[in-house]
C-alpha cells in the first residue's frame, strides 16, 4: 500500500502531518508512525536487500497512513542517500530510489545519527550505538555530524566494532566487553572533545556501570530523531510514544 503523497512540490511538503519512521538494523526492521505507541518490527539480517525492506515496510504498515518518510540507515550516507553498501545485511542500498520504492517524499540519514537527534540535549554530544555493530554519531549544537568509526582500528589488529559490537560481546563475554566498552568510550569522548555521551543500541543495558559522562539511551530515541527530521510535524503532534523521554521543552534529561 503506498502512502498518500503531501501536497506541495511532490519532493518537500510545506507540513508532514503524519511520518513514518523507519528504523533499518542489522538484526530487525522497526517503525513508528506519528501518533501510535507501539513500534512493529520485523527480522532483517544478512538476506536483507533495499527491495525486501520495502516490501516488508510495506506489509507492516499496510493499515497505518502516513506522508513523508524518514529512514534510518545502517551505513554511510552523503546527500541524503546510502553511500556504501551496509556491513550487516545484503547489497543492493546503493543507488536504490526509495522514493520511487515507498511513492512518498523520504529522508534518508544514519541510523546512529538518527538516534542522536532523538537523544540530543544541547552542547557537544558523541552518540555510540551498542548493537550488531557499532554506530556513531557527533551533535554539535544541534547539527548531527554522522561518522564512520566502527571500523577504525582499536587493538591487536581489531577495530572498534569487533571489540564492542555484538561479535565483540559474544566471543570475550561480558566482562572484558565491558571493559572494553568503557576504555573505547572514554578514548573517543575525549579526542572528539565531547560534552557527554550517550549509548544507545540493544546491548547498551548490558554494562554495569557507565562511563564518565556517560548516560544511557533510549531505543525511543530513534523514533524521535525521525520525527524531528520533519521539524513541522514534531512541533504540530508530538508521538505517543515518544511523550515523557525528555526532549528539550519537556523538562529532564533523555
Same mark, same amino acid.
Given at each position: 500500500?503506498e502512502?498518500?503523497?503531501a501536497?506541495?512540490? /511532490?519532493?518537500?511538503?510545506?507540513?508532514a502531518?503524519?511520518? $513514518?519512521?523507519?528504523d533499518?538494523?542489522?538484526?530487525?526492521v522497526?517503525?513508528?508512525?506519528? @501518533?501510535?505507541?507501539e513500534?512493529r518490527?520485523?527480522?532483517?539480517?544478512?538476506?536483507? &536487500?533495499?527491495?525486501?525492506?520495502v516490501?516488508?515496510?510495506?506489509? *507492516?504498515?499496510?493499515?497505518w !497512513?502516513?506522508?513523508?518518510? =524518514?529512514?534510518g540507515?545502517?551505513?554511510?550516507?552523503?546527500g541524503?542517500?546510502?553511500?556504501?553498501?551496509p556491513?550487516?545485511? !545484503?547489497?543492493?542500498?546503493?543507488?536504490?530510489?526509495?522514493?520511487?520504492a515507498?511513492?512518498?517524499?523520504?529522508k534518508?540519514?544514519?541510523?546512529?545519527?538518527?538516534?542522536?537527534?532523538g +537523544?540530543?540535549?544541547?552542547?557537544?554530544m558523541?552518540?555510540?550505538?551498542? /548493537? &550488531? /555493530?557499532?554506530? =556513531?554519531?557527533?551533535?554539535?549544537?544541534?547539527?548531527?555530524?554522522?561518522?564512520e *568509526?566502527?571500523h577504525l582500528?582499536y587493538?591487536?589488529g581489531?577495530?572498534?566494532?569487533?571489540?564492542?559490537? $555484538?561479535? @565483540?560481546?559474544?566471543?570475550?563475554?561480558?566482562?572484558?566487553w565491558?571493559?572494553?566498552v568503557?576504555d573505547?568510550?572514554?578514548a573517543l569522548r575525549?579526542? $572528539?572533545?565531547a560534552?557527554y555521551?550517550v549509548? +544507545? +543500541?540493544?546491548n547498551?543495558?548490558?554494562l554495569?556501570r557507565?562511563?564518565e559522562?556517560?548516560r544511557l539511551?533510549?531505543?525511543?530515541h530513534a523514533?524521535?530523531?525521525g520525527?524531528r527530521?520533519?521539524e513541522?510535524?514534531?512541533?504540530?503532534?508530538?508521538?505517543?510514544?515518544?511523550?515523557?523521554?525528555?526532549?528539550p521543552?519537556e523538562?529532564g534529561? !533523555?
Amino acid at each position: 500500500m503506498e502512502a498518500r503523497r503531501a501536497k506541495g512540490d /511532490g519532493k518537500r511538503p510545506r507540513r508532514a502531518t503524519k511520518v $513514518l519512521v523507519v528504523d533499518v538494523g542489522g538484526t530487525n526492521v522497526k517503525i513508528l508512525v506519528t @501518533g501510535k505507541r507501539e513500534p512493529r518490527k520485523i527480522p532483517s539480517g544478512p538476506r536483507m &536487500t533495499a527491495s525486501g525492506m520495502v516490501a516488508a515496510v510495506h506489509r *507492516l504498515a499496510a493499515d497505518w !497512513s502516513y506522508d513523508v518518510i =524518514s529512514l534510518g540507515y545502517p551505513g554511510a550516507v552523503l546527500g541524503g542517500r546510502p553511500a556504501a553498501e551496509p556491513k550487516n545485511l !545484503s547489497d543492493g542500498w546503493v543507488g536504490f530510489d526509495f522514493e520511487k520504492a515507498f511513492g512518498c517524499p523520504v529522508k534518508v540519514i544514519n541510523d546512529a545519527a538518527m538516534q542522536a537527534l532523538g +537523544g540530543y540535549d544541547g552542547g557537544r554530544m558523541l552518540f555510540l550505538g551498542l /548493537g &550488531t /555493530g557499532l554506530g =556513531s554519531a557527533l551533535i554539535t549544537d544541534g547539527v548531527p555530524v554522522p561518522m564512520e *568509526l566502527a571500523h577504525l582500528l582499536y587493538r591487536k589488529g581489531c577495530t572498534f566494532e569487533d571489540c564492542v559490537g $555484538l561479535r @565483540g560481546l559474544k566471543r570475550d563475554g561480558k566482562k572484558i566487553w565491558r571493559r572494553y566498552v568503557a576504555d573505547v568510550v572514554a578514548a573517543l569522548r575525549d579526542a $572528539l572533545q565531547a560534552d557527554y555521551v550517550v549509548l +544507545g +543500541g540493544g546491548n547498551a543495558t548490558k554494562l554495569k556501570r557507565l562511563p564518565e559522562r556517560a548516560r544511557l539511551g533510549d531505543n525511543k530515541h530513534a523514533f524521535l530523531g525521525g520525527f524531528r527530521l520533519w521539524e513541522d510535524a514534531w512541533k504540530d503532534e508530538r508521538p505517543a510514544c515518544v511523550v515523557g523521554t525528555g526532549y528539550p521543552g519537556e523538562g529532564g534529561g !533523555s
